[in-house]
C-alpha cells in the first residue's frame, strides 16, 4: 500500500495555501501601494525644494540660500538633497559643479522633468526645473537641477511595509499552528475509529456503535454492512461445517460398515448381496453430498462467474424427461405443460436445474403411497417465470410448513435429507424470486416465481 501525505498534512496545506496566495497578493499591493506613495511624495518634496532655492538665488543672486532652503536640502524626506544652478547663456550659478544627466533629451518647452539616473556610483530621482528669472541684470530661463538617493525612498518604502509584512507573517505563523493543532485534534475521533477496528477480529465481528464524525458516516455504515456480510457468510459456513459433519457421520460409518461386511463375507453370494447393500449405501450418502453443496452454494452471495442469462424452457424439459421414468417405476404418472413461449432469466442455470429437480422428487419420495399423479406447468405472464408442481399425495399440514422448509426437517418419517424444499428456497431467493407452499384437498402444491431478466436487470440498477 502506498502511503501519501498524512489527511492533517492535506487539510492543514488546504487552508493554509490560499491564505499565503492571499498574503503574498495582498503584500504585494501593499509593496506597491508603498512605492507609488513614496514617489509622490519625494517628487513633490523634490519640487518645493527646487522652487525654494529658485526664490533664495533669485533674491540674493546665487550667493546664499535661506535657512528654511537649507534645511529643505539637508533632510527633505530623510534625506540629503543635492542641486545645482545655471543661468540662460549656460554659465554655472550655484550649487554642485555637475547634475545628473537624463537618459534622453529633455523637451524645450518642458516647465519641470522627473527622471531617474546615477549620480557618483549611486542612483538618484532627479527633477529639471525652468524659469524665467532676473539675476544681476540677467533675465532669461535659468534651470534648476535637484536631486536625492533613490535609496531613501527605499528606506521610506521598507519602512512602511516592513510591519504590514511583519503582521502578515506572524498571522500566517499562528495560524498554522492553530490550523494543525486544531486538525489534530479535530481528527481525533479518527483515530479512535481506528482503534475501533483494529479490535475487530474473526472472534469479533460486530458492528462500530460509537459516535462518529457525520463526514465517515457513510465509511463506517459500508463498514458495518461488510462485517454484517461477513459475519453472516462465516456462520453459514460454520453451520454448513457442522450440518455436514452431523449428517455425514452416519451414513459414512453405514459405508464403512458395509464395507467390512462385504469384505468378511463368507461366500460369494453373501458378498453380493452384501455388495448391492454398499452399493445403495454410497450412493445415498453421494446424494447427501451433493445435496449438502448445492444447498451451501446456493445460500452463498450469488457469483457473478456462475451468472448467466438463459431460456428457462429447455431445461425444465429436461429435468420431466429425467425424472419420468423413475416417476412411472413408482405407478406415478408424470404430467407437463410448458410454455413454448420465448423468455430468459438471469442467475445459475445448473441451480436452477437443481431446483426443479429437488421439487419432483420430494414430491416423488414423500408424496405417500397414494401419490398417483404428479403435473407441473410452467408459465409466463408479464414480468415472471413461474414453475408450479402440484401432486395427489398426502400432502403437508398449514402449520408444518415452517418446518418442511428447515434444513435436515421433515414432518414425517421418510426417506432422504430434508433438504429438498430449503435447496430450492434457496434457489428461488438468489434469483430474487419467490417460493410458495399451498395444500389443496387432493394434494400439495410448490409455486416457484423467478423475475425475468429484464425485470432482474432494473432490480440490480436500482
Avoid at 498524512?6 to 492543514?12: A, N, Q, V, Y
Amino acid at each position: 500500500m502506498k502511503n501519501s501525505l498524512s489527511l492533517r498534512g492535506r487539510l492543514t496545506l488546504v487552508i493554509l495555501v490560499p491564505l499565503i496566495l492571499i498574503a503574498v497578493i495582498f503584500g504585494s499591493w501593499a509593496y506597491l501601494d508603498a512605492q507609488k506613495t513614496a514617489a509622490e511624495r519625494f517628487d513633490r518634496s523634490l519640487l518645493s525644494t527646487a522652487l525654494a532655492i529658485s526664490r533664495d538665488t533669485a533674491v540674493s543672486g546665487g550667493d546664499a540660500l535661506s535657512e528654511d532652503t537649507r534645511d529643505l536640502l539637508r533632510d527633505t524626506s530623510g534625506g540629503a538633497v543635492f542641486y545645482h544652478v545655471y543661468a540662460p547663456d549656460g554659465v554655472f550659478v550655484t550649487g554642485y559643479a555637475t547634475p545628473p544627466v537624463p537618459p534622453e533629451q529633455v523637451a524645450v518647452d518642458a516647465t519641470q522633468t522627473y527622471y531617474d539616473a546615477v549620480y557618483q556610483g549611486a542612483p538618484v530621482r532627479a527633477l529639471r526645473f525652468f524659469q524665467t528669472t532676473s539675476m544681476d541684470g540677467l533675465t532669461g530661463l535659468f534651470t534648476f537641477t535637484v536631486w536625492q538617493k533613490t535609496a531613501v525612498r527605499n528606506g521610506f518604502v521598507r519602512k512602511q511595509t516592513g510591519p504590514v509584512f511583519l503582521i502578515i507573517a506572524s498571522m500566517i505563523g499562528a495560524l498554522a499552528i492553530i490550523v494543525w493543532f486544531g486538525v489534530g485534534r479535530g481528527l481525533a475521533p479518527l483515530i479512535d475509529l481506528e482503534d475501533a477496528i483494529a479490535r475487530r477480529s474473526v472472534t469479533d465481528l460486530s458492528p462500530i456503535k460509537r459516535r462518529i464524525p457525520q463526514e465517515v458516516s457513510g465509511i463506517v455504515g459500508r463498514f458495518n454492512d461488510l462485517v454484517g456480510e461477513l459475519s453472516r457468510t462465516l456462520d453459514a459456513k460454520n453451520a454448513f461445517i457442522s450440518d455436514a459433519a452431523h449428517q455425514l457421520r452416519n451414513p459414512i460409518a453405514g459405508v464403512l460398515s458395509l464395507a467390512e461386511s462385504v469384505s468378511n463375507a463368507k461366500s460369494l453370494e453373501a458378498a453380493n448381496a452384501r455388495s448391492a447393500d454398499l452399493l445403495e449405501a454410497a450412493r445415498e450418502v453421494g446424494q447427501l453430498a451433493n445435496n449438502l453443496l448445492t444447498l451451501d452454494r446456493a445460500q452463498a452471495n450469488p457469483s457473478s462467474t456462475h451468472q448467466a442469462a438463459f431460456n428457462p424452457n429447455g431445461i425444465v424439459k429436461d429435468v420431466v424427461d429425467k425424472t419420468a421414468e423413475s416417476a412411472r417405476s413408482r405407478g406415478i404418472t408424470l404430467q407437463h405443460d410448458i410454455s413454448p413461449m420465448s423468455m430468459e432469466l438471469v442467475g445459475d442455470p445448473v441451480m436452477f436445474e437443481q431446483a426443479v429437480l429437488n421439487i419432483i422428487n420430494n414430491a416423488i419420495a414423500h408424496g405417500g403411497h397414494r401419490l398417483s399423479r404428479i403435473e407441473l406447468v410452467a408459465r409466463k405472464d408479464a414480468s415472471t417465470f413461474s414453475i408450479i408442481v402440484w401432486d395427489d399425495g398426502k400432502g403437508i399440514k398449514e402449520r408444518d410448513f415452517e418446518r418442511a422448509l428447515g434444513r435436515f426437517s421433515q414432518v414425517g418419517p421418510s426417506a432422504g435429507s430434508g433438504l429438498g424444499l430449503p435447496i430450492a428456497a434457496a434457489v428461488v431467493r438468489s434469483f430474487g424470486g419467490q417460493l410458495g407452499l399451498a395444500r389443496n384437498k387432493a394434494g400439495f402444491k410448490v409455486t416457484m416465481t423467478f423475475p425475468l431478466a429484464s425485470e432482474t436487470a432494473a432490480a440490480k440498477v436500482a
